[in-house]
């Protein structure tokens, strides 16, 4: 069985029921989620030995993120405790054409105050297969780029696998300062996921003939994105979603897959969503699974596409979909009749 591990932040997620405004709500709900961990549920979720790092307070709310992993099969027994608090986000669901709303409130979080010698990286990467991190966790602060850095040098060091999703968040960080530091560690990343909008953000590389806000991209264009980023980091694969927004509730969602010679696009789901955060990181699981297991490049995409499409469906930051849902809905049923 193959072994990943993921590092980043585990977040409480508190958001209004329904789709209430944040001005309005009396209540909210409670759940944990952040985009490394989502991939570990996912992984877990699939079969794989999926372990998720951080650093998390030894109180009880800091127990409460554990187990929220831990129910799922992710393997907890690499997170670091310590520190005084866990980090927040405030989502506010969008609706119709009213889009969601993040805030954050992450400072002084246990990982965002993190030291390099929290974490023995030979030891966490033992037996490991795979190293995933995103664009966000280096956002944290100067701190967690250093260790971000030490991460993908010892998981290089032992030829393992690194694969990084660029997910820039201009809250976090500007784009100047993502840049300075993803052009470092993108040096060590073997599998590149980024969307329409981060390989501008970080690196000023633009689709041409594309207009995000108007559900208007140019496959052609994102062909040059992917070869641009493989040719000035060396990545063996570059995968980049695709999503044609129409409102809140109603997007178009694709990928492709470069893997410095083929270009492969996944076939194009119609999506009605019922929560879209955490879309981009079942992406990622997908992909790694469908990489892991040995799928072809055309195959690997239309499994994590149709992964992410199903996750759209559920609620939380967490993706549920088994691998015969998604490989179900890749072979082209999506038809949503009722199992019987």
């Given at each position: 069985m193959a072994k990943v591990v993921t590092f980043g932040e585990l977040m409480i997620r508190l958001q209004p029921y329904n789709y209430e405004r944040f001005v309005q709500a009396d209540h909210l709900e409670f759940t944990f989620g952040g985009g490394e961990a989502n991939v570990a549920v996912s992984l877990a979720n699939y079969g794989l030995d999926a372990s998720f790092v951080t650093k998390l307070?030894?109180?009880a709310i800091g127990q409460c993120a554990v187990n929220s992993l831990?129910?799922?099969?992710?393997?907890?027994?690499?997170?670091?405790?310590?520190?005084?608090?866990?980090?927040?986000?405030f989502n506010e669901k969008g609706a119709s054409q009213r889009p969601s709303v993040c805030i954050y409130d992450r400072a002084h979080s246990a990982i965002q105050e993190a030291q390099s010698a929290d974490f023995d990286w030979e030891k966490i990467f033992d037996g490991v297969d795979w190293f995933h991190f995103t664009g966000i966790t280096p956002a944290l602060g100067p701190n967690v780029v250093e260790i971000c850095r030490?991460?993908?040098?010892?998981?290089?060091?032992?030829?393992?696998?690194?694969?990084?999703?660029?997910?820039?968040?201009?809250?976090?960080?500007?784009?100047?300062q993502a840049r300075a530091a993803m052009?470092?560690?993108?040096?060590?990343?073997?599998?590149?996921?980024?969307?329409?909008?981060?390989?501008?953000?970080?690196?000023?590389?633009?689709?041409?003939?594309?207009?995000?806000?108007?559900?208007?991209?140019?496959?052609?264009?994102?062909?040059?994105?992917?070869?641009?980023?493989?040719?000035?980091?060396?990545?063996?694969?570059v995968a980049i979603t695709l999503r044609e927004s129409k409102s809140a509730f109603d997007n178009d969602w694709s990928a492709m897959l470069y893997d410095g010679t083929d270009y492969c696009f996944s076939k194009l789901y119609h999506l009605h969503i019922i929560d879209r955060?955490?879309?981009?990181?079942?992406?990622?699981?997908?992909?790694?699974?469908?990489?892991?297991?040995?799928?072809?490049?055309?195959?690997?995409?239309?499994?994590?596409?149709?992964?992410?499409?199903?996750?759209?469906?559920?609620?939380?930051?967490?993706?549920?979909?088994?691998?015969?849902?998604?490989?179900?809905?890749a072979g082209g049923d999506g038809s949503g009749r009722v199992q019987r």
């Open positions: 307070p030894a109180h831990r129910r799922y099969g992710v393997d907890t027994s690499k997170i670091v405790r310590g520190g005084d608090r866990v980090g927040i986000y030490e991460a993908c040098k010892a998981a290089k060091a032992r030829n393992i696998k690194i694969s990084c999703d660029l997910n820039y968040r201009g809250k976090l960080w500007t784009r100047d052009t470092d560690l993108c040096q060590y990343v073997d599998v590149c996921i980024s969307n329409e909008e981060d390989a501008k953000d970080v690196f000023g590389i633009e689709a041409e003939a594309t207009d995000i806000t108007a559900g208007e991209l140019n496959k052609e264009g994102y062909k040059s994105v992917a070869k641009q980023l493989a040719d000035k980091f060396g990545f063996e694969k955060i955490g879309g981009g990181d079942s992406f990622g699981g997908g992909l790694i699974y469908a990489l892991l297991s040995g799928k072809d490049t055309q195959a690997a995409v239309e499994f994590a596409v149709a992964a992410s499409a199903l996750k759209h469906s559920i609620e939380g930051d967490y993706n549920f979909a088994t691998i015969a849902e998604v490989e179900k809905l």
